[in-house]
């Protein structure tokens, strides 16, 4: 599986962005589908992932009630709306896949395929 995404760019405080996560090669064997930020100086941290078939949603404390993650099976399409965007947003985003649907959503080192990452800058 192959993961392109794109939609980063630089916003203000309290703006929106929506990033985008193209798959392409095996994607029958997508499981979960997740994004990861990384500011400089910083973990990776897991932002929220979708369950490919069902479409069950899952987010981290810091992002509930203001991202949306979203998929489009169809055009083999995962999204990530931003809104009421902070300064401590800013990060490299990053989509990733894997296969295995049972082990914890937020673990990075699950996950198999990794997109490029795209580059979120909130201003305040």
């Known amino acids: 599986v192959q993961l392109q995404a794109s939609g980063g760019g630089s916003v203000q405080a309290g703006g929106s962005l929506r990033l985008s996560c193209a798959a392409s090669?095996?994607?029958?064997?997508?499981?979960?589908v997740g994004w990861f930020r990384q500011a400089p100086g910083k973990e990776r941290e897991f932002v929220a992932g979708?369950?490919?078939?069902?479409?069950?949603?899952y987010y981290s404390d810091s992002v509930k009630g203001r991202f949306t993650i979203s998929r489009d099976n169809a055009k083999n399409m995962v999204y990530l709306q931003m809104n009421s965007l902070k300064p401590e947003d800013t990060a490299v985003y990053h989509c990733?896949?894997?296969?295995?649907?049972?082990?914890?959503?937020?673990?990075?080192?699950?996950?198999?395929?990794w997109g490029q990452g795209t580059q979120v800058t909130v201003s305040s």
């Open positions: 090669g095996r994607t029958s064997s997508t499981g979960r």
């Open positions: 990733a896949a894997r296969t295995s649907l049972f082990t914890p959503m937020a673990d990075a080192s699950t996950y198999v395929y």
């Open positions: 979708i369950s490919w078939s069902n479409g069950n949603t």
